[in-house]
Each structure stands twice: as structure tokens, then as C-alpha cells.
């Protein structure tokens, strides 16, 4: 049996992001204009992959995709006003390391279709979490759901917390903010935890069986594994 290497947790990116990244790539000189542009369409498309495609594809009611609209547009504007703030300032000779950083998330999987590979925004994973993550899964799949509904809040809230982490916490790290800059972003990173767990805790824990089933679906589409 093949030995699992590692694991990401993954969306196809649209033509639209694949073009920026690769803009960003191949520019002889990147500026900082270019890398928030491209970090604001992986947010975006963060955003919709995490929060309006799933609650889409599991059915919710109209109320409930209103709270789930809300959570993404609260953390959508104080993404928007961080990377505008944070990148805008970046002293030009860090530039070229941001970009090499957002590009690493950039990592050509097997497309939606099944034909080929396509690029995709992958957030690299603990082999442990993969095996958490696809023994919940399968459980639900088998349709074994007595604990299924606070599992799911626990591992939704890891991944998002670690893709979240990745994605705003390292970059933080390198532009290293003065203490103004610092301080909205920490307040702007709060709001987004708060609203990611309540959006999470409130949604899975009402879905009925049929609608947590639809969801494990959703999320074997994320799961992308490698092995050796």
C-alpha cells in the first residue's frame, strides 16, 4: 500500500487567479500594487471556497445564507483594508520575498474534471489532521452521525484557523507592521476568527443529516493527498 507523503487542503483556482499568479511570477520587477491585487483575488476566492460554495452546494435556507454572506463580506472588508494598508507600506526591497511566499501557495493538483492537473490554492496539512479529517469524513459517509455534527465543527475550525493562519499570520511575520499597522491588524484578525466560528458553530451544528452528508461531499473536495 502506498505510504501517504503529505496533504493539502486545496481549491482549483479560476482563470482569473491562475493569471494573476503567473503575472506575478514572471514580472521582472513586482510592485506592491501587484502583489495585494493578487492576494485580494486569493482572498476572495479563499472566502467562497470556505464559505458560499459549500453553504451553496449543502442547500441552506435563505436566512442561513445571509449569515454566511455577512460572515464572508466582514471578513472580506477587513481583509481588503489590511492588505491595502499592510502591502501598500512594504519597503520595495521586501517585495519579491511576499510574492515568493503567496506563489508557494500556488500548486498544480488534478483538476475538478479528472482530465490532467490545473492550478490550485493549497494550504500544506499534518498527515495526522489528513487522517482526522478523512476518517470523520467516511464516518459521515457510512452514515454514522452521532457525534458527526461537533466533530465537523472541530475540524472545520482547525482547517479554516490553519488556512487563515497561513494566509494572514506569515505574511504579518514578514512585513512586520509598525505598532498601528499591528494593532488593526491583530483587531482585524480577531473579527475574522470570531466570525469564522460563529459562522461555523452556528450552520453545521443546525444541518440535518442529509445536509452534514452534503457537506463531507463538499469537503472531499478539498482533501488532495499525496503519496510516495
Same mark, same amino acid.
Given at each position: 500500500?502506498?505510504e501517504l507523503?503529505?496533504?493539502?487542503?486545496?481549491f482549483a483556482?479560476s482563470d482569473?487567479?491562475?493569471?494573476h499568479?503567473?503575472r =506575478?511570477e514572471n514580472?521582472d520587477s513586482v510592485?506592491?500594487e501587484d502583489?495585494?491585487r493578487?492576494?485580494?483575488a486569493?482572498?476572495?476566492?479563499?472566502?467562497d471556497?470556505l464559505?458560499?460554495?459549500p453553504?451553496?452546494?449543502?442547500? =441552506?435556507?435563505?436566512r442561513?445564507? &445571509?449569515?454566511?454572506?455577512?460572515a464572508?463580506?466582514t471578513?472580506g472588508?477587513g481583509s481588503?483594508?489590511? =492588505? $491595502?494598508?499592510?502591502?501598500g507600506?512594504l519597503p520595495a526591497h $521586501? +517585495?519579491?520575498? *511576499?510574492?515568493?511566499?503567496?506563489?508557494l501557495?500556488?500548486q498544480h493538483?488534478?483538476?475538478t474534471d479528472?482530465?490532467?492537473? #490545473?492550478? +490550485?490554492?493549497?494550504?500544506?496539512? &499534518?498527515r495526522s489532521l489528513?487522517?482526522h479529517?478523512?476518517?470523520?469524513?467516511?464516518?459521515? +459517509?457510512?452514515?454514522q452521525?452521532?457525534?458527526?455534527?461537533? @466533530?465537523?465543527? *472541530?475540524?472545520? @475550525? @482547525?482547517?479554516?484557523g490553519?488556512m =487563515?493562519?497561513m494566509?494572514?499570520?506569515?505574511? /504579518? /511575520?514578514?512585513?512586520?507592521?509598525?505598532?498601528?499597522?499591528?494593532k488593526?491588524?491583530?483587531?482585524t484578525?480577531a473579527t475574522i476568527?470570531?466570525?469564522?466560528?460563529?459562522?461555523i458553530g452556528?450552520i453545521?451544528?443546525?444541518?440535518d +443529516?442529509? #445536509?452534514?452528508?452534503?457537506g463531507?461531499?463538499y469537503?472531499d473536495?478539498l482533501?488532495h493527498?499525496?503519496?510516495?
Open positions: 500500500m502506498s507523503k503529505y496533504a493539502f487542503i486545496a483556482a482569473q487567479l491562475a493569471g499568479l503567473v =506575478l514580472r510592485g506592491a502583489i495585494r493578487t492576494m485580494q486569493v482572498t476572495d476566492e479563499l472566502l471556497a464559505f458560499l460554495a453553504a451553496t452546494h449543502i442547500g =441552506l435556507s435563505d442561513r445564507m &445571509r449569515w454566511v454572506r455577512l464572508a463580506d471578513i472588508k481588503s483594508l489590511l =492588505l $491595502k494598508r499592510g502591502v507600506r $521586501k +517585495h519579491a520575498s *511576499l510574492a515568493g511566499q503567496v506563489l501557495l500556488r493538483l488534478p483538476a479528472g482530465a490532467g492537473e #490545473q492550478p +490550485h490554492i493549497a494550504f500544506p496539512v &499534518r489528513y487522517r479529517a478523512r476518517q470523520e469524513l467516511d464516518r459521515i +459517509h457510512a452514515g452521525m452521532d457525534t458527526a455534527h461537533e @466533530e465537523m465543527v *472541530l475540524l472545520l @475550525e @482547525e482547517v479554516t490553519l =487563515l493562519s494566509f494572514f499570520d506569515e505574511p /504579518k /511575520k514578514m512585513i512586520k507592521p509598525g505598532p498601528i499597522l499591528e488593526m491588524a491583530d483587531m484578525r476568527d470570531k466570525a469564522t466560528r460563529k459562522v452556528n453545521v451544528r443546525d444541518l +443529516h442529509e #445536509q452534514l452528508a452534503r463531507a461531499r469537503m473536495g482533501l493527498p499525496v503519496y510516495a
